[in-house]
């Protein structure tokens, strides 16, 4: 093989930040490495030959690698295609000690043990000591799927024949220990890590089948090689990277401890209202219309309002200057640049109207579109709808999503980007008896805009270009969703992990937290709401490293020299936030990383040691940041596994389905008749206090119809635990403006980009 550059492959990694030198030097690429760790392969002939290794020669005693090879991404798949059916294990490799390696052949046309081989498997995992796996949910979840019918096998008479049941299995899935190495390195791929930790360099999957893209259409006798060195590199890995892992304490045993039911809860199908959405996109494409007729008036020609260049010609006839340029020297025209101009050159009728185009565009095209797409009956019986989430990609530990584009499994959408809705006033009136009986009323209670007999407002969501309502239940389920986040968890986080007395005494005795800081900066006798405004923006700018730069941008009344003064004075009023963070900056000068309350590594030494001053200047906000966002990473983690096994497990059959989680926050279906019962298992899943920590992490719970129509209620209970009643929480009658809508109904729900945890 030939010997490629060491520095290129084992220390330089390509990240989102460019390349990057990985926090654990990578060793020197062996060309004779198979020699070295003296690596042998057995390929298994025969269902017999495979019978007898596992009565004479498996130890249960001993770890077990292994590790699957597939038709496809998408172990539902059910589709012929030539000679094989396409979601299927075509065969598995496993080792035992690390030196030799064994491949099963399940479908290859030389070979083909068939169902029976993974019975086999099966039985080796239930017995071993300990399974090790690399990227565990693809191959557990393969697994689970597979059925005598995906491989044409009729079981004998009596022959026993039960599911793949994984959940007892003992695994630990070796991709985390290797991102524990070093997590600013995402999704660390089996064959890279074994270059960069092992010094291997073994055949590609392209170089090992060609053309072909089905590893099962390839002679078992041409391709058990290339299988075995997956499960061997697997074995070697944990025993090199496993230190990371047992130094991180908590949080990586929950990173292992999270991927089964992550994995279950993924494979839950989602239902979308597609008729509700296509509805919706026919007003959409009506008002883009319209406002591209007036935009194309004002110029007198059509143009192509998506190019950059075009755009520039216009505003130029315009008489419009942006007074920004891109990198080639053209005038910038993007909506934040625009908005900006109104900011500073007063109302601009057509700029108003692009604004309003663009955002509507985007809007349309990065979801709606999209949606409708794979919500139609057709699509969902061929892909039901499904959310992926990664545990290995955000540095902090918390969870992304979205898609590769390739696993059809799961649908083409990042669930937690949602565009999400103003919110909107309600008020709140007593169901009658009637309307409870037509199921009308939300638990107990009518809300809508009627002020008569209010007995109240409440906050609650807007239903303009609310793509969030098309998430409920089926239409034959009597049933809600529940959505659970944490009350001001950031906030919470800092005043237990920093021991700050101000925001421990306003946590505990129920007082606003911004409020207690802007009259400890300002006085009492000089409190407005305009102090509460800055105050916040100041507690969530230090925490993430801003500057007097970004807290100027949000307060531009105020010079440049009196946000640095008022930076400086709310770090001298809450001076333990403050030493925390320069002690974390100074020990992670020393040791070149930090670590979350839980133990979590964040690995800064490349940004801190850096000759730029940009990269020095990130690291140090990723210190101030990892301690908040990394927490919060573990504890969703914590929250998921208490759900999985106080809740999921136990009401699987009873109607309760997951919907999704977007950061702090916890989707879930419910029907009716449940929810008394199981709103208060999930606050309790939701609520972390620890012994250390003077103050409760804390969940809000909210449900509604859909998941756009969520409205937030105070839970009494019984003495048994379970809900007495659900009460809004309500505010009283003011003359309130419609602060969710303007006049002409133009606003857009912002569409976010994925959820930056300081990457």
């Known amino acids: 093989m030939a010997q490629r550059n060491k520095k290129a492959d084992s220390n330089e990694i390509k990240t989102s930040r460019g390349n990057y030198e990985h926090y654990v030097p990578g060793v020197p690429i062996l060309n004779n490495f198979e020699e070295l760790y003296k690596l042998e392969y057995h390929l298994i002939h025969s269902y017999e030959e495979l019978i007898d290794f596992y009565n004479n020669k498996f130890n249960p005693n001993s770890f077990f690698a292994w590790d699957t090879e597939t038709s496809s991404l998408n172990p539902e798949q059910g589709e012929k295609t030539g000679d094989l059916i396409e979601g299927i294990i075509v065969g598995y490799s496993f080792t035992q000690d690390g030196h030799t390696g064994y491949y099963v052949p399940l479908t290859h046309a030389d070979i083909s043990i068939g169902y029976k081989g993974l019975k ?13 796996l690399y990227n565990a949910r693809f191959d557990m979840r393969f697994l689970e799927f597979m059925t005598p019918e995906k491989y044409g096998y009729t079981p004998e008479p009596d022959e026993k024949i039960y599911p793949f049941d994984l959940s007892k299995v003992k695994y630990f899935d070796v991709q985390c220990s290797v991102w524990l190495s070093d997590t600013n390195v995402p999704m660390p791929s089996l064959k890279k890590s074994e270059a960069h930790f092992l010094g291997w360099n073994p055949p590609t999957f392209s170089e090992t089948i060609g053309d072909e893209s089905n590893f099962g259409y390839l002679p078992a006798e041409l391709g058990y090689r290339y299988a075995c060195i997956d499960a061997l590199g697997t074995y070697h890995l944990f025993f090199k990277t496993e230190r990371y892992y047992t130094e991180s304490g908590a949080a990586g045993k929950l990173d292992n401890e999270v991927l089964y039911p992550i994995m279950k809860l993924e494979n839950t199908p989602i239902y979308i209202d597609h008729d509700y959405l296509k509805s919706m996109r026919g007003e959409v494409l009506d008002h883009l219309e319209s406002l591209r007729k ?8 059509e143009y192509n309002i998506s190019s950059n260049r075009e755009l520039v010609g216009v505003f130029q006839q315009l008489g419009i200057d942006t007074g920004q340029r891109t990198a080639t020297n053209q005038m910038k025209t993007d909506i934040k640049t625009i908005e900006n101009y109104l900011t500073t050159h007063g109302d601009n009728e057509y700029l108003r109207k692009l604004i309003e185009y663009k955002k509507l565009f985007k809007f349309d095209n990065s979801y709606l579109e999209t949606l409708i797409s794979i919500s139609s009956p057709d699509e969902v019986k061929k892909h039901p709808i499904r959310f992926n989430y990664f545990t290995c990609r955000v540095p902090t530990g918390r969870l992304a999503c979205g898609t590769d584009g390739k696993n059809k499994f799961f649908s083409p959408v990042n669930y937690q980007s949602l565009p999400k809705p103003h919110s909107h006033n309600y008020h709140v009136h007593k169901a009658t008896p009637e309307q409870i009986a037509n199921h009308e009323d939300l638990c107990g209670y009518i809300f809508d805009d009627n002020p008569e007999g209010s007995l109240g407002v409440v906050e609650g969501q807007d239903s303009y270009l609310n793509v969030r309502k098309a998430f409920r239940p089926m ?20 005043a237990n992990i920093y021991n700050e007395p101000t925001w421990i005494k306003a946590f505990n005795s129920g007082a606003d937290v911004h409020k207690a800081t802007a009259i400890k900066i300002f006085g009492e006798e000089n409190y407005c709401k305009e102090a509460r405004k800055k105050a916040k923006a100041a507690s969530f700018g230090i925490l993430y490293g801003s500057s007097a730069y970004g807290f100027h941008n949000q307060f531009p009344d105020m010079s ?65 940041n990892t301690a908040v966002q990394g927490a919060a990473g573990d504890i969703l983690k914590l929250m998921l596994v208490r759900m999985w096994n ?44 620890l012994p250390d920590w003077p103050v409760t992490i804390e969940p809000d719970f909210s449900c509604g119809k859909s998941f756009g129509e969520l409205i937030p209620f105070d839970l009494v209970y019984n003495e048994d635990g379970t809900v007495k009643e659900f009460i809004p929480q309500m505010e009283e009658i003011k003359q309130h403006e419609d602060e969710t809508r303007m006049a002409n109904d133009s606003y857009i729900p912002e569409v976010e980009d994925d959820y930056n945890y300081l990457q």
């Not at 099966?122 to 000591?129: F, N």
């Not at 809600?480 to 800092?494: F, G, N, P, Q």
């Not at 900056?585 to 590594?601: E, L, Q, S």
Request: include cysteine; proline fraction near 5%; glycine fraction near 4%.
């Open 560 to 624: 440049l020299e009196e946000c640095e003064e008022f930076i400086e004075t709310f770090k001298s009023t809450l001076p333990s936030i403050e030493a925390g963070q320069r002690n974390a900056v100074r020990f992670a000068k020393k040791n070149g990383f930090v670590k979350t309350y839980f133990g979590r590594p964040r690995r800064v030494k490349y940004y801190l040691n850096n000759p730029d001053r940009s990269k020095v200047s990130f690291g140090i906000r990723t210190v101030k």
């Open 646 to 689: 106080k809740l999921f497990v136990p009401y699987k059959d009873k109607g309760v389905r997951w919907i999704g989680t977007i950061h702090d926050e916890i989707n879930v279906l419910c029907p009716r008749n449940l929810l008394n019962e199981v709103a208060p298992i999930i606050m309790e899943c939701q609520t972390v206090k």
């Open 294 to 301: 007036y935009l194309f008036s004002q110029v007198g020609m």
């Open 475 to 494: 239409p034959e389920e009597d049933a809600v969703i529940i959505s659970v986040d944490m009350k001001a968890e950031e906030l919470r986080l800092v």
């Open 120 to 132: 086999v498997l099966y039985a080796m995992l239930c017995r071993s000591k300990l399974t090790l």
